[in-house]
């Protein structure tokens, strides 16, 4: 059984791996539906440290888009089918630092069974399991191009994860870090308060891409594609700024760009 502590707010004792242990694969639902390559991308990068990888077959959601909305009751069943097909596996990881969050930390508002609470601390953010659990900060990547990182506010505020994308990242040869100005602010994704709130949502939004496209990357990376998925669409909408890419940051970690 793995003992995830929080020590602090976004604060973790991290457990041990065992070389040869295998790690279920977490596949958040817009990942799975409109961004394969990053999940193709994370089971690449386990597979390179010698982490054998399975994938259930029966994972769904991690109920956060009903949680979000306040569908606490309807959040509750999925939960407990995410923990129902996840309970027999000691890790568990995702290229989702939002996801993650709904996991290990929201699981046990939505209920606080303790078994519920254990599996949902089961999961990790995947650079947070490579920089914190497997202690790789690089992976023998090459990518020359000018990037900029962009943490989402589940990944950088529930989870702690800021370091562990930046270490890895700046070990990429090639790679031209490029400093995000305002980089702690929100882009203004928030899951279906995009929907429910477009105004502030875009405008948001648009400060992040005005502040992508002052770093000077001509690649932007995150841990989270739905981040992306929003900031893209702004970027893609503005001739000025549409040679500017997304790509989520297995993918980098992962080329062998000369």
Same mark, same amino acid.
């Given at each position: 059984?793995?003992?995830?502590?929080?020590?602090?707010?976004?604060?973790?004792?991290?457990?041990?791996?065992?070389?040869?242990?295998?790690?279920?694969?977490?596949?958040?639902?817009?990942?799975?539906?409109?961004?394969?390559?990053?999940?193709?991308?994370?089971?690449?990068?386990?597979?390179?440290?010698?982490?054998?990888?399975?994938?259930?077959?029966?994972?769904?959601?991690?109920?956060?888009?009903?949680?979000?909305?306040?569908?606490?009751?309807?959040? *509750?069943?999925?939960? *407990?089918?995410?923990?129902?097909?996840? &309970?027999?596996?000691?890790?568990?990881?995702?290229?989702?630092?939002?996801?993650?969050?709904?996991?290990?930390?929201?699981?046990?508002?939505?209920?606080?069974?303790?078994?519920?609470?254990?599996?949902?601390?089961?999961?990790?953010?995947?650079?947070?399991?490579?920089?914190?659990?497997?202690?790789?900060?690089?992976?023998?990547?090459?990518?020359?191009?000018?990037?900029?990182?962009?943490?989402?506010?589940?990944?950088?505020? &529930?989870?702690?994860?800021?370091?562990?994308?930046?270490?890895?990242?700046?070990?990429? *040869?090639?790679?031209?870090?490029?400093?995000?100005?305002?980089?702690?602010?929100?882009?203004?994704?928030?899951?279906?308060?995009?929907?429910?709130?477009?105004?502030?949502?875009?405008?948001?939004?648009?400060?992040?891409?005005?502040?992508?496209?002052?770093?000077?990357?001509?690649?932007?990376?995150?841990?989270?594609?739905?981040?992306?998925?929003?900031?893209?669409?702004?970027?893609?909408?503005?001739?000025?700024? *549409?040679?500017?890419?997304?790509?989520?940051?297995? &993918?980098?970690?992962?080329?062998?760009?000369?």
């Amino acid at each position: 059984m793995i003992r995830l502590i929080r020590t602090a707010p976004a604060k973790w004792e991290y457990p041990k791996y065992e070389r040869g242990e295998p790690v279920a694969l977490f596949v958040p639902c817009y990942v799975d539906q409109f961004f394969p390559a990053a999940a193709q991308a994370t089971v690449e990068l386990l597979r390179r440290q010698g982490v054998p990888v399975v994938f259930p077959k029966e994972q769904t959601c991690c109920g956060q888009p009903a949680f979000n909305s306040g569908y606490w009751d309807e959040a *509750r069943r999925v939960v *407990r089918h995410f923990c129902d097909t996840f &309970e027999p596996y000691r890790w568990i990881v995702g290229p989702s630092g939002s996801c993650t969050a709904m996991c290990r930390v929201f699981f046990e508002q939505v209920d606080p069974d303790p078994r519920i609470i254990e599996i949902g601390r089961r999961v990790f953010e995947l650079t947070e399991f490579l920089v914190e659990v497997l202690g790789v900060t690089d992976t023998g990547a090459s990518y020359p191009r000018k990037v900029a990182l962009h943490i989402g506010c589940h990944t950088r505020r &529930e989870l702690g994860v800021a370091e562990p994308p930046l270490a890895l990242l700046k070990s990429v *040869r090639g790679l031209e870090y490029c400093e995000l100005p305002e980089a702690i602010e929100c882009c203004g994704f928030g899951g279906t308060f995009s929907v429910k709130m477009p105004g502030t949502s875009l405008a948001m939004g648009r400060t992040k891409a005005r502040n992508v496209a002052a770093s000077g990357a001509d690649v932007l990376v995150s841990p989270d594609s739905s981040c992306l998925m929003h900031i893209a669409g702004i970027l893609n909408r503005d001739p000025a700024t *549409r040679h500017i890419e997304t790509k989520h940051i297995a &993918e980098v970690l992962v080329a062998e760009g000369k």
